[in-house]
């Protein structure tokens, strides 16, 4: 095991005791050992008491109330850039690394700095299958990964250019915090990963997935818990959520994204005539637009910054005029 101290893994935790042992220990069981940050969403469990008990080592930024997710990742990008941090791996509470996942991705970029962020391949909690999401989104990338295994290129560990991944295992050079920034706050909860890669994509930048690095996400009982338990309240959360990264969405103009946006609601209203969409769900979307078309004037002065890039978010006070939606 070797000490890396130019790279820095960055976990966000919010009652997070059922995995956070786990996802500690496999980072500390690793081939080289990372600088650990902590930032704890003020948790109401045991997290905070595992970590500092068990993982002393661990630099632990406790928020004295939720901050949400992107947010408190952008405070503990923040520390570990200040502490001299050359690379930053971000991973989720509920993930586990195998031993060799760090230097893996860490070697892999070093042979193909052009990609901006890279990420592993996203295994399910047993590692037995992919994630679900993981394999939902693999798009084109997952064709040209089909495409080498049937011509016996299987065995061959390279990078494959993604549009998407989900932020539960990214690998990002500083650069890249310098070139784009960190999290726009405007999203609590779900959706900054989306975000952060749309303005990626806007600079140019490539997004790889490497297929010789793996993690483990532990989820997988939720997602399906979650698909089964959709409240009112659920829906309209992840309505907004999905209207906003699509309003925030750089790379289209404000005219194409509102063609697109009558489009969806005249799907939604057909869907709901043709009985494959019920009326809950159609009322949550309308309730989206009201709550974020509200903050139509917060929406474009966040699409002007993000247009230019440049480490915005990187310093609360210089952009301390930018509005929140609360």
């Known amino acids: 095991m070797t000490k890396e101290n130019s790279v820095y893994v960055i976990i966000v935790t919010y009652n997070g005791e059922k995995w956070i042992e786990s996802c500690l220990r496999s980072i500390y069981n690793g081939t080289i050992i990372p600088n650990v940050i902590v930032v704890d969403n ?17 630099i632990i930024l406790k928020m004295v109330s939720n901050k949400g997710f992107g947010s408190a990742n952008n405070i503990g990008i923040q520390e570990a850039i200040k502490r001299g941090a050359e690379y930053l791996f971000l991973m989720n509470q509920d993930v586990y690394l195998f031993p060799d996942t760090i230097q893996k991705l860490l ?10 962020l890279m990420s592993p391949i996203h295994l399910n909690g047993n590692g037995k299958d992919l994630d679900q999401r993981f394999k939902d989104n693999l798009r084109e990338c997952g064709v040209e990964m089909l495409r080498d295994f049937l011509l016996q290129k299987g065995n061959e560990k390279r990078v494959y250019g993604a549009q998407y991944v989900n932020g539960a295992a990214w690998l990002l050079p500083k650069k890249t915090i310098h070139e784009i920034g960190l999290f726009d706050p405007l999203f609590f909860l779900y959706g900054e990963d989306d975000n952060y890669l749309h303005r990626i994509h806007f600079k140019k930048g490539k997004v790889g997935i490497y297929t010789g690095a793996y993690i483990m996400h532990d989820r997988e009982n939720r997602l399906k818990s979650n698909l089964k ?35 969806i609601l005249f799907a939604a209203i057909y869907g709901l005539l043709r009985g494959k969409l019920i009326i809950v769900e159609l009322y949550a979307i309308i309730i989206s637009y009201g709550m974020i078309l509200s903050k139509a004037w917060s929406i474009k002065k966040h699409r002007k910054v993000c247009r230019i890039g ?3 978010y990187m310093n609360k006070n210089k952009h301390s005029h930018l509005p929140t939606l609360s």
């Open 42 to 58: 003020c948790s109401k469990d045991g997290t905070v008491h595992i970590i500092s008990s068990k993982f002393p080592d661990s």
């Open 107 to 116: 070697n892999a970029h070093k042979c193909s700095e052009e990609y901006w």
């Open 310 to 312: 440049s480490a915005f």
């Open 229 to 263: 338990n959709k409240t009112l309240e659920k829906l309209i959360f992840l309505e907004k959520n999905k209207l906003l990264v699509r309003l925030l969405n750089i790379n289209n103009n404000l005219p194409r994204i509102i063609s697109l946006e009558a489009a």
